[in-house]
């Protein structure tokens, strides 16, 4: 079945560091892939998706890339704020519907 | 922006004793909603997709009879875990898609569930 494996954290960085928070996936097909983020006491939130192959999803400075020769999705923002901190969940959908398969999710503390 | 609200954000009860959870979502009507379970430092694991006015659909390994789920309206989805026990404590967490924009899925809050 389709699955989601994403690098677990806690990252700890400092405030305008690089982050990159690597995500793979297998999948049947052609799945769509999205990162959500939940910040402290909130609900997930759509980070940014792609749906084909060489898509780069963008929003809030995040940016990633589909990558179907890697089956990867890999997170990244080249300066962290500390408003970043958060858990951010790599995920898929796959043929079956809206159906979401998870990452374990990655822990990000940005510190002053 | 899409909001997806549960009740309650947490709750505590007794062996053998049955717990309803709502999710409503707030803004948009929704015919489809998930329910996913959480547990401590593991991914999210759907449990069951229910959609208004049919009965839900659970994945494989989720007992239906154990997880009622009822999907009354556009607005509002039920998760009831019956006969609770310990092994059913966790955090369980719905979303919800817009009729309307049916590729994104809206997260609520989640509900911590113990059971003593």
């Known amino acids: 079945g389709d699955s989601v494996t994403q690098m677990e954290g806690p990252v700890t960085l400092s405030e305008e560091a690089f982050l990159t928070i690597n995500c793979t996936y297998t999948a049947t097909g052609y799945p769509s892939l999205f990162w959500y983020v939940q910040y402290p006491g909130e609900g997930l939130q759509l980070l940014l998706k792609a749906t084909k192959a060489d898509d780069k999803g963008s929003n809030k400075g995040f940016e990633a890339t589909y990558r179907k020769e890697t089956t990867s999705f890999h997170l990244e923002k080249g300066s962290v704020q500390v408003s970043d901190s958060a858990v951010y969940f790599c995920?898929?959908?796959?043929?079956?519907?809206?159906?979401?398969?998870f990452g374990g999710g990655t822990r990000v503390l940005v510190k002053p | 922006g899409a909001v997806v609200s549960q009740h309650p954000s947490w709750v505590i009860c007794k062996s053998g004793t049955s717990v309803k959870i709502e999710c409503r979502s707030l803004d948009f009507q929704a015919t489809t909603m998930f329910w996913y379970r959480q547990f401590p430092k593991k991914s999210l694991m759907l449990m069951a997709t229910s959609n208004e006015g049919s009965k839900a659909t659970y994945e494989q390994g989720v007992e239906k009879d154990k997880f009622l789920i009822n999907h009354a309206s556009l607005t509002l989805s039920t998760l009831t875990v019956t006969s609770a026990h310990p092994e059913d404590s966790s955090f369980y967490i719905c979303?919800?898609?817009?009729?309307?924009?049916?590729?994104?899925?809206?997260f609520g809050p989640g509900t911590r569930l113990t059971v003593l």
């Open positions: 995920a898929l959908s796959g043929a079956a519907g809206n159906k979401l398969t």
């Open positions: 979303s919800a898609v817009d009729y309307l924009s049916t590729d994104t899925q809206y």
